[in-house]
Structures are given as structure tokens and as C-alpha cells.
């Protein structure tokens, strides 16, 4: 009998095309995926070398972080951002890379369009220059976010170097409460391990609170891996993840599908795998989580103080930036704007959660709310559902797919001081826009705070 | 890449940990398609103040860093984005080499695939180099590849890790993409081999 392996080492052994002694492993990449903002450098590349895209029908390319997220009709305003999301159309025009451009129905955020096309599939290998590529794993591929050069050598190639990273396998124990969803699950693993507690590895959630999460909820835990320093995260494929594919554009079809699924039940960590490492968290015991600070590591249970400083310059320097106290919780503080989105947490399921606490009550006057659906397809599905009638209705806006407040390159931003309780990945300094403060939460929390017009448990609202 | 050797620099000390990729160059620097041009733009939201102006506090901005190309920086540098307008900041900026206790892993690849060159040492050396930057303004180390040495103003030299196949690279100023491209036979071969797993696109 072979050694057992886990679910990464299978990815990793059937995709290493060759691997030289003193070299790293040339990976094989199953799907490029592009976007507008770490790409135009690429295929300058290509052109200087006279390279061509080698396969074009392994890559998909769509703008998401520089676009507006107002109406598609107007022209974008930003000269620099115009050009720049050009660039990306005639980059894709030359070397034939399909594109879901603005306006087109597969148009959204590279990270909610890949999985909802179909085009994400177990035991692939996913890359693209974005970090938050990690979310990809949720499908049990080893998906991972890389640099501009690197996008530049898949273009060329469809092959990446890579050293083989180590595994951490992350059991979530217990059934998560009511009230606690994927986002609090994420925030609370890497407010155990810190931002860079996983660095070097890729981690496999597994646990009773992981089987029992949907893929979109998969999706937001794999998605902030990186937020963790992890290479990437990943979730063994089972029945939810096939019923999530079946049927989609780019999954396969007929007899090709049930022989797929036939290998992908196959890929799951055998019986006895190693891994390198194991964190275990117990999800039965958690509560909704905030972050206070400025990192997603800097993060509470929502009853729960910020920390004293107590001569941490790192917990001193977060806690002058956010202007809080340590030692007192966030519950009842003021707030200022409320974003729901980002390829965190802008999928439907996302957007009904919000909906459901928002239905019937307004948003506290003097905040604003954004909610930006993930891609034009959520944004079409949440509005045959109603739920925009409920966001509008709520005094909330409604707006169109892309990063958005997630990343603050459109427009679409904090003034500085302003508190925000975002449903994006990053409370980095100045991440909403300069100046701008955040706090990470998920669509439950946001949407009650929207509601209280400050920081609130979500579970009074359920 | 230019091939790196050997080189010695003045030390920038930046005793912040934690640095994420949004603060060595934040997210609205990011609309150009150029790699070019990024150096003005390193550390923006700590260097410069509201105005525009210089922030004189900050460490890039004070008079000892000038000329400095060796950024001393805290634990867990360049986490978060992927972005590698990151590196090419800090060699826009003149910035040869950054020296940590650790690098978040996308970044550090960044830097090694142009020619910036990650230096991990170990809390002892990292301590010990604080310290000598903090004693003296003008603190000078010196690096050399081949050897995988750094030597700390004191004289002590340590070793740093780096793989072989991008100390390779550096040295010779060559290029990785390269090495991919005389693997294409090989890629082929895995193609035809593997229609099961590919075909499912």
C-alpha cells in the first residue's frame, strides 16, 4: 500500500512536471486567472520577449479593483484607471485571453467569478496575482496568489517554480453557534496564529464546522488564509462542493462530469496523512468575531475588550491608529460607514444574511451603507430575489460588482477618521481609503451595525 | 535581473513589525502600468503629511537614511497584497537589500525575482543590528551572496538562507523564466500524459 497523502501533496504530486536538484519543482497551472491591476507589466513582458499567452483557454481575465461600482453607463472618471482598465482589453484582444469585461453578464471580482463559472474545480492548481487567490481552495484545488513576474512565467508557460511548501492541517471542533458564520471562524484562527502564523504553509481546514459550511462559506474561510500568511487554504471536496459545480458553464458535462467526480472523490487526505503541523480551534465555543486593530490578526470575540498595550509597541501603534481604548469591547461604539462586499463575503449567501436583519429596519441615520454584489450574476440573482427593494428600503446603497470599498482604488473609500465595519479581508492602515479605520466583521455583524449605527452582536438579531 | 554580489549599505532602521504591503506602497499607486516610477510613492501614508510635504519623523525622510540602501524592518515584513509594485518601490527608492527576522512568503518571492535581495537573520543579529543603528547613524553592513554572509558592524558576520536556485539567479543576474522555457519539452510530455486531468476545461 502507498504512503497515505494528504489532499495538498496529491494536488502537488500531479502537478509537478519536473523537478531539477538544486531547482525549484515546475508546477503545471490549471487556470490563470487575470486581472486589470497586477497584469499590464505581464504582458509588456510578453511583448518584449516576443512571447506568446501559451494556453489562452487556461486563462480568464476580468476587471474588478480599479472599475466604479456606479452606473456602467458612464464612462470612468479616473484618467489613470481608464487607461489602465484599456490596457487589460487590448492586452486580451492581442494574445486572445477571454475577457469579462464591464458590462458583460461574467463580469465581477476574479475571485467570485472563477467558482461561479464553473472554472474552479477540485485538484486544480489556480494562481493569479492577487493574494486572495486562497479562496479558490475552498473547492480542494491549491489555489495561491502570485507576483507580477510569476504571472508573467504562467502566461508564457502555463508552469510556475515553486518549493514545495509545508501542510498545517486546521480542525475547527464542534458545530459553530448561531450566529457565527465562516468570516468568524477565519478571524478567529488567525487571531490565534497571528498574521504571519501561517506562513510557509498550506493550511487544510477540516472539522465537524467546516463539512457543515456551505461553498460560499468555504470560499470566505479559504479566502483570508492569506490573512494568516498561509501559502494557501483548502477544504476537501465532498457532495456539497459537486452539487455546487454541477451544471455550471466550465464544469464538465455528461460522462465527463462523472468520471470527474469519480477522480475527485478521490482527493480528499487519506486515512493516516501527516502533516507537518495541526492548530485546532473549538468552533462550539466561539462568538462573533471584530477586529479592533490594524491587522486581521487583531481580532475579538464582539462581548470581548481590545487589548492593553502593556509595552506591545505593535498593540500601542494599532490602538493610536484606530483611536480606541484598549481593555474596553467595541460593542456600542459609533460608526460611521458600513460595507458589505468584497470576495470576502459579496456572494448571495452574503447579501441575504445582511438582507435578513436589514428587512423591515432602516440604517441609523449619519451612516452610510454600501452594499456591492460580488459579481453581475449575484447582482442579477439578489435582484429577483428582492433583496436590493430591502438594501434601498433600509436607506442602504445598491451598487454595481467590483472591489470597491474592499480596496479603495475606485473612488469608493473613507474619509480619513471615519469608522467602518467591513466585511472585507484587510484593516490594514489607511486600506479603505487614507486615514480610514476598519473593522473586519462578518455580513451578520455589519448589517446589525448598520442598523444600530455602532458596533453590535449580531446574535440579538437572528 | 542585474546580477547582485557582493555590496555594502547604510542601514534605514524601521522598527515597525508587521509591515504590510499596503503601507510600502498603498493600493491608489497601483492604477499605473508601469513598474517604473513607484520609488516617490514607498511608504506614502507614513512619509509624507497631509499637506504633501515630507513627514520629518519618519525614518525614510530624516537625514541619516539618505543614501541608505539596506532597510532594517521589523518581524513579518510585506504581508498582505501580492502586490509587486512592493518591491520594485523599494528599488525605486535605491533600496538593494531588506533585513527581518521573516518575510510574508509572496513578498519575498517578489523580491528575489527582481533582484531585492530578503535577508533573514535570526532575533539575535536582528537585535544586535537595531542596537548599532540606533548607536550610530551612519551604520554600514556588508552582503555577500556567494557566501550568503552578512556582516554586522561589529564584524560578526552571520549567515543567511537562501535557495540555491534563486542565489543562482541573483548572482548571474539571470533569468527564471528561462529555466522554465528549456522545460517546455517537458510540459508537453506532462500534457499529453495527463488528458483526464486537463480536459475538464
Given at each position: 500500500?502507498?504512503?497515505?497523502?494528504?489532499?495538498?501533496?496529491?494536488?502537488?504530486?500531479?502537478?509537478?512536471?519536473?523537478?531539477?536538484?538544486?531547482?525549484?519543482?515546475?508546477?503545471?497551472?490549471?487556470?490563470?486567472?487575470?486581472?486589470?491591476?497586477?497584469?499590464?507589466?505581464?504582458?509588456?513582458?510578453?511583448?518584449?520577449?516576443?512571447?506568446?499567452?501559451?494556453?489562452?483557454?487556461?486563462?480568464?481575465?476580468?476587471?474588478?479593483?480599479?472599475?466604479?461600482?456606479?452606473?456602467?453607463?458612464?464612462?470612468?472618471?479616473?484618467?489613470?484607471?481608464?487607461?489602465?482598465?484599456?490596457?487589460?482589453?487590448?492586452?486580451?484582444?492581442?494574445?486572445?485571453?477571454?475577457?469579462?469585461?464591464?458590462?458583460?453578464?461574467?463580469?465581477?471580482?476574479?475571485?467570485?467569478?472563477?467558482?461561479?463559472?464553473?472554472?474552479?474545480?477540485?485538484?486544480?492548481?489556480?494562481?493569479?496575482?492577487?493574494?486572495?487567490?486562497?479562496?479558490?481552495?475552498?473547492?480542494?484545488?491549491?489555489?495561491?496568489?502570485?507576483?507580477?513576474?510569476?504571472?508573467?512565467?504562467?502566461?508564457?508557460?502555463?508552469?510556475?517554480?515553486?518549493?514545495?511548501?509545508?501542510?498545517?492541517?486546521?480542525?475547527?471542533?464542534?458545530?459553530?453557534?448561531?450566529?457565527?458564520?465562516?468570516?468568524?471562524?477565519?478571524?478567529a484562527l488567525i487571531a490565534r496564529i497571528g498574521i504571519g502564523g501561517g506562513t510557509g504553509h498550506v493550511l487544510e481546514y477540516a472539522g465537524e464546522a467546516i463539512r457543515a459550511l456551505t461553498m460560499e462559506g468555504r470560499m470566505t474561510l479559504c479566502n483570508m488564509s492569506i490573512e494568516g500568511g498561509a501559502r494557501a487554504g483548502m477544504v476537501a471536496p465532498d457532495?456539497?462542493?459537486?452539487?455546487?459545480?454541477?451544471?455550471?458553464?466550465?464544469?464538465?458535462?455528461?460522462?465527463?462530469?462523472?468520471?470527474?467526480?469519480?477522480?475527485?472523490?478521490?482527493?480528499?487526505?487519506?486515512?493516516?496523512?501527516?502533516?507537518?503541523?495541526?492548530?485546532?480551534?473549538?468552533?462550539?465555543?466561539?462568538?462573533?468575531?471584530?477586529?479592533?486593530?490594524?491587522?486581521?490578526?487583531?481580532g475579538v470575540g464582539v462581548t470581548q475588550p481590545a487589548p492593553e498595550p502593556n509595552g506591545n509597541p505593535g498593540i500601542r501603534k494599532a490602538l493610536d491608529y484606530m483611536q480606541i481604548e484598549g481593555g474596553k469591547p467595541l460593542l456600542g461604539r459609533p460608526i460611521d460607514v458600513v460595507f458589505v462586499g468584497s470576495c470576502t463575503n459579496s456572494r448571495i449567501s452574503?447579501?441575504?444574511?445582511?438582507?435578513?436583519?436589514?428587512?423591515?429596519?432602516?440604517?441609523?441615520?449619519?451612516?452610510?451603507?454600501?452594499?456591492?454584489?460580488?459579481?453581475?450574476?449575484?447582482?442579477?440573482?439578489?435582484?429577483?430575489?428582492?433583496?436590493?427593494?430591502?438594501?434601498?428600503?433600509?436607506?442602504?446603497?445598491?451598487?454595481?460588482?467590483?472591489?470597491?470599498?474592499?480596496?479603495?482604488?475606485?473612488?469608493?473609500?473613507?474619509?480619513?477618521?471615519?469608522?467602518?465595519?467591513?466585511?472585507?479581508?484587510?484593516?490594514?492602515?489607511?486600506?479603505?481609503?487614507?486615514?480610514?479605520?476598519?473593522?473586519?466583521?462578518?455580513?451578520?455583524?455589519?448589517?446589525?451595525?448598520?442598523?444600530?449605527?455602532?458596533?453590535?452582536?449580531?446574535?440579538?438579531?437572528? | 535581473?542585474?546580477?547582485?554580489?557582493?555590496?555594502?549599505?547604510?542601514?534605514?532602521?524601521?522598527?515597525?513589525?508587521?509591515?504590510?504591503?499596503?503601507?510600502?506602497?498603498?493600493?491608489?499607486?497601483?492604477?499605473?502600468?508601469?513598474?517604473?516610477?513607484?520609488?516617490?510613492?514607498?511608504?506614502?501614508?507614513?512619509?509624507?503629511?497631509?499637506?504633501?510635504?515630507?513627514?520629518?519623523?519618519?525614518?525614510?525622510?530624516?537625514?541619516?537614511?539618505?543614501?541608505?540602501?539596506?532597510?532594517?524592518?521589523?518581524?513579518?515584513?510585506?504581508?498582505?497584497?501580492?502586490?509587486?509594485?512592493?518591491?520594485?518601490?523599494?528599488?525605486?527608492?535605491?533600496?538593494?537589500?531588506?533585513?527581518?527576522?521573516?518575510?510574508?512568503?509572496?513578498?519575498?518571492?517578489?523580491?528575489?525575482?527582481?533582484?531585492?535581495?530578503?535577508?533573514?537573520?535570526?532575533?539575535?543579529?536582528?537585535?544586535?543590528?537595531?542596537?548599532?543603528?540606533?548607536?550610530?547613524?551612519?551604520?554600514?553592513?556588508?552582503?555577500?551572496?556567494?557566501?550568503?554572509?552578512?556582516?554586522?558592524?561589529?564584524?560578526?558576520?552571520?549567515?543567511?538562507?537562501?535557495?540555491?536556485?534563486?542565489?543562482?539567479?541573483?548572482?548571474?543576474?539571470?533569468?527564471?523564466?528561462?529555466?522554465?522555457?528549456?522545460?517546455?519539452?517537458?510540459?508537453?510530455?506532462?500534457?499529453?500524459?495527463?488528458?483526464?486531468?486537463?480536459?475538464t476545461l
Open positions: 500500500m502507498s504512503k497515505p497523502r494528504t489532499l495538498f501533496q496529491k494536488i502537488w504530486d500531479e502537478h509537478v512536471v519536473v523537478h531539477e536538484a538544486g531547482a525549484p519543482a515546475v508546477l503545471y497551472i490549471d487556470l490563470h486567472l487575470v486581472h486589470e491591476v497586477t497584469s499590464p507589466q505581464a504582458f509588456q513582458g510578453l511583448r518584449d520577449r516576443g512571447l506568446k499567452v501559451r494556453r489562452p483557454e487556461r486563462t480568464m481575465a476580468t476587471m474588478d479593483h480599479s472599475i466604479p461600482t456606479t452606473d456602467r453607463a458612464l464612462p470612468i472618471l479616473d484618467p489613470i484607471a481608464a487607461k489602465q482598465v484599456e490596457q487589460l482589453r487590448i492586452n486580451c484582444r492581442e494574445f486572445g485571453v477571454p475577457l469579462a469585461d464591464m458590462g458583460m453578464e461574467d463580469q465581477g471580482i476574479v475571485h467570485v467569478i472563477g467558482p461561479e463559472l464553473g472554472l474552479t474545480q477540485p485538484g486544480f492548481t489556480v494562481v493569479c496575482g492577487d493574494s486572495h487567490t486562497s479562496t479558490h481552495g475552498a473547492f480542494g484545488a491549491l489555489a495561491f496568489g502570485i507576483g507580477t513576474t510569476e504571472v508573467e512565467h504562467v502566461l508564457a508557460t502555463q508552469c510556475l517554480l515553486q518549493d514545495r511548501p509545508r501542510t498545517c492541517e486546521v480542525r475547527f471542533e464542534g458545530a459553530a453557534p448561531d450566529g457565527v458564520v465562516a468570516k468568524d471562524l477565519i478571524l457532495d456539497t462542493t459537486f452539487e455546487y459545480l454541477a451544471g455550471r458553464p466550465k464544469a464538465p458535462q455528461g460522462a465527463a462530469w462523472d468520471s470527474a467526480v469519480e477522480r475527485w472523490r478521490k482527493l480528499p487526505s487519506d486515512a493516516g496523512a501527516v502533516f507537518d503541523r495541526t492548530e485546532t480551534v473549538d468552533a462550539a465555543g466561539l462568538e462573533p468575531m471584530i477586529t479592533w486593530g490594524t491587522n486581521p490578526g487583531m452574503d447579501l441575504r444574511l445582511a438582507a435578513g436583519v436589514l428587512r423591515g429596519r432602516k440604517v441609523a441615520p449619519g451612516v452610510r451603507m454600501m452594499v456591492v454584489p460580488g459579481s453581475e450574476k449575484i447582482k442579477v440573482q439578489a435582484e429577483a430575489e428582492g433583496l436590493p427593494e430591502i438594501f434601498k428600503a433600509a436607506g442602504a446603497e445598491w451598487r454595481e460588482a467590483g472591489c470597491s470599498m474592499c480596496i479603495a482604488m475606485n473612488g469608493d473609500q473613507l474619509t480619513p477618521g471615519q469608522y467602518c465595519v467591513s466585511t472585507s479581508n484587510r484593516n490594514f492602515e489607511g486600506r479603505q481609503g487614507k486615514g480610514g479605520r476598519t473593522f473586519l466583521a462578518s455580513p451578520l455583524t455589519a448589517a446589525a451595525s448598520a442598523v444600530e449605527g455602532a458596533v453590535t452582536d449580531a446574535r440579538r438579531y437572528l | 535581473m542585474e546580477s547582485v554580489t557582493q555590496f555594502s549599505g547604510k542601514v534605514v532602521p524601521l522598527a515597525v513589525a508587521d509591515v504590510d504591503t499596503d503601507q510600502i506602497i498603498p493600493a491608489r499607486f497601483l492604477k499605473t502600468i508601469e513598474k517604473l516610477g513607484l520609488g516617490k510613492n514607498l511608504f506614502h501614508d507614513w512619509r509624507y503629511l497631509a499637506d504633501g510635504g515630507p513627514n520629518p519623523d519618519f525614518i525614510v525622510n530624516r537625514p541619516r537614511a539618505k543614501g541608505g540602501t539596506i532597510l532594517l524592518a521589523g518581524d513579518n515584513f510585506g504581508c498582505g497584497s501580492s502586490r509587486e509594485h512592493a518591491p520594485w518601490a523599494l528599488m525605486g527608492h535605491g533600496f538593494k537589500a531588506v533585513i527581518s527576522t521573516s518575510f510574508a512568503d509572496i513578498f519575498r518571492n517578489n523580491c528575489l525575482k527582481n533582484g531585492l535581495l530578503p535577508i533573514v537573520v535570526d532575533e539575535a543579529a536582528h537585535g544586535e543590528l537595531f542596537a548599532a543603528a540606533e548607536a550610530d547613524e551612519d551604520c554600514r553592513v556588508s552582503v555577500d551572496l556567494a557566501r550568503r554572509t552578512l556582516r554586522l558592524p561589529s564584524g560578526r558576520e552571520v549567515e543567511f538562507p537562501i535557495d540555491e536556485f534563486s542565489r543562482k539567479c541573483m548572482l548571474e543576474g539571470g533569468d527564471q523564466l528561462s529555466y522554465i522555457q528549456q522545460q517546455m519539452g517537458a510540459v508537453e510530455a506532462y500534457e499529453r500524459a495527463a488528458p483526464n486531468v486537463l480536459n
